[in-house]
């Protein structure tokens, strides 16, 4: 498959905010939890969560959990609010739907010939919860359908670290100059640019939770911003 003049012979697309509309998800059970203390964050959940992992790339969820309850000084234990937000994720998972137009982006790249796959850092749970979503599961591209999906599960570190594209690549021995990647984070770009895959196999797409769209802009070899217009693209490269 050509994307522009490039051959490409693998594609891994990040999930949350890229993929599948979850990350409004995340947000509000979160928020649901620390307004039941009458706490509020001074950003957004997703700001604040990749400026934590920004400065603490080793740490894991249940040590998010811990700088959450410290931060805002909550009265309960890092074990039970974890519990508390993530039940209420999976939750909500259940009924995620795709962003717009990337189950038809995914299918025909699929029809293509081509392996498509999943990198997230979301834990294995997570995706399967989103699986059973009648949403996902009556697409253009149920979950089943893809042909690897690696999670936080899999990997010893997570984005912006190299190892879910790392291990992506490795599920089909492919060579990062043939993969192309989707992501929405500057933290995926990074994790992508780590592996090894060059600028230009790197499209970003936009999320309306994230607000580093200029600095996506810079750092990914296109811009296409939803996945009507990357579809596009991919139809015109492949006629």
Known sequence: MLVGRKRI?????????TAVDSVGI????ENDFI???NKTLPCTNSEFYEKFFIENPNANRTDYYEYLVNFL??????EDSLNAVENK?????????????????YRFIKNKGIPVGIATSSPRHFVEAMASSPYIKNSNMPFSDFDFILTSSDVENIKPFPDL?????KEVGMH???TFVMEDLPIGVTAALDAGIPQKNIAGLFDKYAKQTDEMIKSCGYWFGNHPRLLNFLEASNT
């Not at 994720?89 to 982006?105: F, M, Q």
Request: charged letters at 25%; one cysteine or more; glycine letters at 6%.
């Open 176 to 178: 990062p100059s043939a």
């Open 9 to 17: 012979e693998l594609v891994v697309t990040d999930l949350d905010g």
């Open 165 to 169: 594209y790392v291990g992506a690549m």
């Open 26 to 29: 995340y947000a509000k059970a």
């Open 35 to 37: 307004k039941s203390f």
């Open 89 to 105: 994720k999976i939750k909500l998972c259940k009924n995620v739907k795709y962003k717009n137009g990337a189950d038809l982006v």
């Open 73 to 78: 000084d909550l009265p309960v234990t890092v």
